[in-house]
């Protein structure tokens, strides 16, 4: 069996189970507890389950990881993704761009674009992109979330409803098997869910390591975008789903 996809399996008993032990692993598998510790500790790595002395479990689906630590995680990815979908926007063009790391380094990756617009409720998204002349930055009102720069609430989600942009850019912390985008914080989802409404063109941005990812707050459904980029072919069920509904799939 290829590592991917007994580490596929793996992740899949974790996500039944709650927790599963070493021992049983290599029952179910077949191979040494060496092996299923190299794939324990590299689902970890990918943020995709915690792991424990003799065994794994689930991520929490309540707490998202600390800012600093998502910052780096998987960084390579996220900077391929990024460079893939900038191309997408052409010079003169408005966007909104929301809360997360991603979308951050989306943002470092926009600024060889000329004459952009952009609506933002991420500090250090405006923070990059103001110092750009010729970009006009506009930063949304209410409340800041001092773990990530984050600008949440109602007041927030009334601000984004003035506008009507071209693209629509967001980052998600977890897609469900049936597509569903999760989050951790229902402020958060209520922003994203407005600039997903007020966009010509919905791009989300995601990493292999968010499918199958677990949180607690619905945002909506996979099929609201118009394109995804990622790093890896999605599960076999997404790229169903993606295909059905006519959502451009990007893997860079």
């Known amino acids: 069996m290829a590592q991917r996809h007994r580490q596929d399996l793996i992740f899949e008993k974790v996500q039944q189970a709650g927790f599963v032990t070493i021992d049983e692993l290599v029952e179910c598998f077949q191979v040494t507890p060496q092996t299923i510790r190299r794939d324990l500790n590299q689902l970890a790595k990918d943020n995709r389950i915690q792991r424990h002395h003799g065994g794994a479990s689930a991520e929490s689906s ?58 933002t409720n991420n500090l250090h998204v405006a923070s990059i992109l103001s110092p750009k002349e010729d970009f ?21 989600r009334d601000f984004i409803n003035q506008f009507q942009m071209d693209f629509g850019i967001i980052g998600i912390s977890g897609i469900h098997s049936d597509g569903t985008l999760l989050d951790y914080d229902y402020r958060e989802v209520r922003v994203a869910q407005a600039i997903i409404t007020n966009s010509r063109q919905v791009l989300l941005a995601a990493d292999h390591t968010k499918f199958g990812r677990n949180a607690m707050v619905r945002l909506g459904n996979i099929t609201q975008a118009d394109h995804l980029f990622t790093d890896q072919r999605p599960p076999n069920g997404i790229c169903k789903l993606l295909a059905e509904n006519q959502v451009e799939l990007h893997i860079v």
């Not at 998502?70 to 900077?79: D, G, P, Y």
């Not at 997408?88 to 470092?108: D, Y």
């Not at 990756?109 to 952009?118: G, P, Q, T």
Request: aromatic content about 2%; glycine content about 8%.
């Open 62 to 119: 309540t707490q998202n990881l600390a800012y600093q630590t998502r910052k780096i995680m998987t960084l390579e990815a996220k900077e391929k993704i990024a460079a893939e979908l900038v191309k997408m926007i052409p010079n003169g063009a408005s966007l909104f761009i929301n809360i997360g790391t991603t979308t951050e380094t989306i943002a470092r990756a926009l600024l060889n674009h000329r004459d952009l617009r952009v609506v």
């Open 136 to 156: 006009t930055v506009i930063i949304a009102s209410g409340e800041v979330r001092s773990r990530d720069g984050g600008i949440v609430g109602e007041a927030t």
